[in-house]
């Protein structure tokens, strides 16, 4: 007997259980299926963002981070540290424990929220009478029927051709995630922001990191005054960064890892490392959703094809995150599993492409929001900039971190803020403002007029608009 269901929302991560919150709130019956399990077999709700990628990620960081401090920088302070040493089980172990906090909040929210929640794959049956036919395959068989379905089962790391992950000597982000030891040597192939974050949590511990990049500019998504900002400070703290880079023949054996790569001046290389992280993107995950069995369509990169509502070509399907088009983001699946969750309601739900911010948590951390100054420039967008340096920042002096700066992007005429990019510290909390601020339209005057605190970071943010008038204050 199928049980039945107003929403069945497939797949636990950051769109798809907020999309279930969200429609419970609104009153509907709601159903959550996920499959993630975590070493003792339960369930591990939170996806890729809370198992494999956000939330453990920013852990180790934040291990890797004291480390480097203590072992560089605390003398600074005064503070004398004797027989430092690195226990990487422990720090493992903290990461593991942050991830099952975030994995048991998640199932508290559903019970809060009288969510029923299945621990399970789940699959198109049919499509029958009002809704879909759902079988979750799991420690047992259930099968539900949903009015309307949320599909968000997000996305997989991509491998190289003919170099499959192994988790041991060639990493996804998982193995890199658990690696048991520091290796001497760890090789990347991929300059994006996975790659760079891991870089640089084994960087600080103590690896010699090397990062190849097929394309010829660093960071091309990003500012490329900010980019060049942040690679200089990459290559000042000794991650080597090579671009252009055509990778060749990859061997593995009990010694490590061997890549074989021609670099930029066409001269062949042979990289030994004891481990290979391959980090070139990521790739929507359909697998064994049984999407043919209804006739959900897919495009050519296997995402589920979606208008700007996030409606499938199925009526009462709908899919959002990791899984269809834009920006494979942990926050925007939210905003649009929320956008969903009204639109079935009714409501007009809505998410603003524009207004999304990225960042990479590196250090010094990376932000933006909006358009960069390459793509002004190509869409023939008249602008002003205004940029303004952490060196001249009294609170980035007192935290002894003064790398990067704030930059401001504006109509030439209007004078709308059309993007602000960050490099430095926190920049993944300074650039709120920004999209606050663009949300509602405003301009760099709008910023440069507000009271900041002082001494605070984000006064930085105050003098680059300030800035795209040339009139800073403290610069």
């Not at 051709?161 to 990347?188: H, I, Q, Y």
Request: contains cysteine.
């Amino acid at each position: 007997m199928s049980q039945q269901f107003d929403v069945v929302v497939i797949g636990g991560g950051p769109g798809g259980y907020v999309a279930a919150i969200r429609a419970s709130q609104l009153g509907f019956k709601v159903a959550c299926i996920d499959e993630w399990k975590n070493a003792a077999g339960g369930p591990a709700p939170g996806g890729t963002c809370t198992n494999v990628g956000c939330i453990p990620s920013k852990a180790l960081l934040q291990s890797s981070e004291h480390y480097e401090q203590a072992n560089h920088h605390f003398a600074e302070h005064g503070i004398t540290v004797k027989g430092l040493g690195l226990d990487v089980g422990t720090m493992i172990g903290r990461k593991d424990t942050v991830v099952k906090q975030n994995n048991d909040g998640i199932l508290y929210l559903f019970k809060k929220n009288k969510i029923a929640f299945f621990h399970g794959r789940g699959s198109f049956v049919k499509a029958v009478e009002g809704g879909y036919e759902i079988q979750v395959a799991g420690a047992s068989e259930e099968t539900l029927v949903g009015k309307q379905i949320i599909i968000a089962t997000g996305s997989n790391a991509r491998a190289l051709p003919g170099t499959p992950f192994d988790e041991v000597n060639v990493l996804s982000n998982d193995g890199a995630l658990r690696l048991g030891a520091v290796p001497k040597k760890l090789g990347l192939i991929g300059s994006g922001v996975i790659g760079l974050e891991m870089g640089s949590v084994w960087r600080r511990l103590g690896a010699e990191v090397t990062i190849l990049e097929g394309l010829p500019t660093f960071l091309g998504a990003v500012d490329e005054q900010i980019a060049k900002e942040a690679k200089k400070a990459f290559d000042k703290q000794g991650l080597k960064i090579e671009l252009g880079v055509k990778v060749g023949e990859i061997k593995t054996s009990k010694k490590g890892v061997s890549v074989a790569y021609t670099n930029a001046k066409g001269e062949a290389i042979d990289l030994e490392v004891d481990k290979l992280i391959v980090s070139i993107g990521r790739v929507p995950n359909t697998i064994g959703l049984n999407t043919e069995a209804v006739g959900l369509q897919l495009d050519e990169r296997g995402a589920i094809v979606v208008d700007a509502d996030c409606k499938t070509n199925l009526p009462g399907v709908w899919a959002v995150g990791d899984v269809v088009r834009g920006p494979m983001l942990a926050h925007k699946a939210e905003e649009e599993g929320v956008a969903v969750a009204e639109r079935i309601a009714g409501q007009h739900g809505h998410v603003n492409f524009n207004t999304i911010p990225w960042v990479i948590y590196t250090s010094p951390e990376i932000a933006w929001v909006g358009r960069t100054e390459q793509q002004l420039k190509a869409d023939g967008v008249a602008y002003k900039a205004g940029t303004f340096p952490f060196l001249a920042n009294g609170r980035a002096r007192a935290l002894g971190d003064t790398t990067g700066m704030v930059k401001f992007l504006a109509d030439a005429t209007t004078d709308e803020i059309l993007g602000v990019h960050i490099v430095g510290p926190m920049a993944s909390e300074l650039i709120a403002e920004a999209v606050v601020a663009m949300e509602f339209k405003a301009s760099a005057e709008d910023i440069a007029r507000i009271c900041h605190a002082h001494p605070s970071l984000s006064e930085a943010t105050k003098e680059a608009a300030l800035a795209v008038d040339k009139r800073t204050l403290n610069f």
